[in-house]
């Protein structure tokens, strides 16, 4: 059980959900690469629950803390460690539930594989809380991609039934500055005040509620991927579905474009500015598994929260009995929000990987 993730640039996870410290730990960062500790803590910051009214009351501070690799604010080419300290740990509610696995969560299948005195308080090793570390590797990515051009922004597409409206050929920068204006990640202020509200009915009722989170990236040089099973989707695709509660991947039109016929589809190309452009993005800035200098489209669908207040059905694992249990404890009612810059990072992460494999970066 390694929890990695990359090739060139190497990410390993570690810690747990309860334990003393989640982190990562970075593997194949060229000597030289700035690492911006204020950027990082600034990621950080927008991952945690603080100061969300809508949140978990899970208070962690999430005070960066680099181990090692870093020598006047660049690393130094060896590996680099860092990590948080988890201080707002309340184990209790999950002992009351170790033989009854709750809905909705992995403790049924890692007990089997992992045996009856696995730590999955919290979660464990499949707690949101290790994404952690997957937002520290994902800020550190973003610093070595910005040199040639390449941003990477993500934010909330819809939660529950409010959709946002996009408007068309908006700066990723702008994006940015608008989905950060709110507590929901939204770039529209009606859409995130609707979609406030369906949260906090969902809380009321002792329920959560699911959503979409967007990803874009800009500025990806043409060529990026490593066909036939490394093209951009695979690699972005494995990384999104590394972050606990994604269930759903799609890029460009996605599964709309099994309803379309290839003259709507297809991206006619035109000559802009001096460069190859295409009128429409259908493909999301991918074709053959190869970047096309248009921007990247994702679209990933989070479920809703698993921990609800309500009464649900399960088993005791010992006696064999059906048994019916309530989740108590400190969760998000959405987790969509905070998944916006961990979906990011992760984007971010993978691209720098690529870049690494083929050349583009150092």
Same mark, same amino acid.
């Given at each position: 059980?390694?929890?990695?993730?990359?090739?060139?640039?190497?990410?390993?996870?570690?810690?747990?959900?309860?334990?003393? &410290?989640?982190?990562?730990?970075?593997?194949?960062?060229?000597?030289?690469?700035?690492? +911006?500790?204020?950027?990082?803590? %600034?990621?950080?910051?927008?991952?945690?629950?603080?100061? *969300?009214?809508?949140?978990? $009351?899970?208070?962690?501070?999430?005070?960066?803390?680099?181990?090692?690799?870093?020598?006047? @604010?660049?690393?130094?080419?060896?590996?680099?460690?860092?990590?948080?300290?988890?201080?707002?740990?309340?184990?209790?509610?999950?002992?009351?539930?170790?033989?009854?696995?709750?809905?909705?969560?992995?403790?049924?299948?890692?007990? #089997?594989?992992?045996?009856?005195?696995?730590?999955?308080?919290?979660?464990?090793? !499949?707690?949101? *809380?290790?994404?952690? @570390?997957?937002?520290?590797?994902?800020?550190?990515?973003?610093?070595?991609?910005?040199?040639?051009?390449?941003? #990477?922004? %993500? !934010?909330?597409?819809?939660?529950?039934?409010?959709?946002?409206?996009?408007?068309?050929?908006?700066?990723?920068?702008?994006?940015?500055?608008?989905? $950060?204006?709110?507590?929901?990640?939204?770039?529209?202020? @009606?859409?995130?005040?609707?979609?406030?509200?369906?949260?906090? &009915?969902?809380?009321?009722?002792?329920?959560?509620?699911?959503?979409?989170?967007?990803?874009?990236? +800009?500025?990806?040089?043409?060529?990026?991927?490593?066909?036939?099973? +490394?093209?951009?989707?695979?690699?972005?695709?494995?990384?999104?579905?590394?972050?606990? %509660?994604?269930?759903?991947?799609?890029?460009? %039109?996605? !599964?709309?474009?099994?309803?379309?016929?290839?003259?709507?589809?297809?991206?006619?190309?035109?000559?802009?500015?001096?460069?190859?452009?295409?009128?429409?993005?259908?493909?999301?800035?991918?074709?053959? @598994?190869?970047?096309?200098?248009?921007?990247?489209?994702?679209? #990933?669908?989070?479920?809703?929260?698993?921990?609800?207040?309500?009464?649900?059905?399960?088993?005791?694992?010992?006696?064999?009995?059906?048994?019916?249990?309530?989740?108590?404890?400190?969760? +998000?009612?959405?987790?969509?929000? *905070?998944?916006?810059?961990?979906?990011?990072?992760?984007?971010?992460?993978?691209?720098?990987?690529?870049?690494?494999?083929?050349?583009?970066?150092?």
């Amino acid at each position: 059980m390694t929890m990695e993730l990359g090739r060139r640039l190497r990410m390993r996870l570690h810690g747990t959900s309860h334990g003393p &410290e989640v982190g990562v730990t970075l593997e194949g960062l060229p000597r030289g690469t700035p690492i +911006d500790l204020r950027g990082i803590q %600034a990621d950080l910051d927008r991952r945690r629950p603080f100061g *969300r009214r809508l949140a978990t $009351r899970r208070q962690e501070e999430d005070v960066l803390v680099v181990d090692r690799g870093v020598v006047e @604010g660049a690393s130094d080419g060896s590996t680099f460690r860092a990590h948080v300290a988890n201080t707002d740990v309340r184990s209790e509610p999950y002992e009351r539930l170790r033989d009854t696995p709750r809905p909705g969560h992995a403790d049924y299948p890692a007990r #089997v594989r992992y045996g009856p005195d696995a730590d999955l308080s919290g979660g464990g090793i !499949f707690s949101g *809380r290790m994404t952690v @570390g997957l937002v520290i590797a994902g800020a550190i990515a973003k610093g070595m991609l910005a040199p040639k051009g390449v941003s #990477v922004v %993500a !934010f909330t597409r819809s939660i529950g039934p409010v959709e946002v409206d996009v408007p068309e050929g908006i700066a990723l920068s702008e994006l940015s500055s608008r989905s $950060r204006a709110n507590e929901v990640g939204a770039p529209e202020p @009606g859409a995130a005040e609707r979609m406030e509200q369906v949260i906090s &009915e969902a809380r009321r009722a002792g329920d959560s509620v699911g959503g979409v989170v967007e990803v874009r990236a +800009d500025g990806v040089p043409v060529g990026l991927g490593e066909p036939f099973f +490394d093209p951009v989707e695979s690699v972005l695709a494995h990384a999104y579905f590394s972050v606990p %509660a994604v269930k759903g991947v799609e890029f460009g %039109a996605g !599964f709309r474009a099994a309803k379309m016929r290839g003259s709507e589809h297809n991206d006619p190309f035109v000559m802009q500015g001096g460069q190859v452009r295409t009128t429409t993005n259908h493909a999301g800035g991918i074709l053959g @598994g190869l970047a096309t200098g248009m921007p990247i489209v994702a679209r #990933v669908a989070v479920k809703p929260t698993s921990s609800i207040a309500q009464r649900q059905r399960t088993v005791n694992v010992v006696t064999g009995q059906e048994a019916e249990i309530l989740v108590t404890g400190r969760h +998000d009612p959405c987790i969509v929000p *905070r998944a916006v810059v961990v979906l990011e990072a992760v984007t971010a992460f993978s691209l720098a990987d690529l870049a690494l494999e083929g050349g583009f970066l150092p």
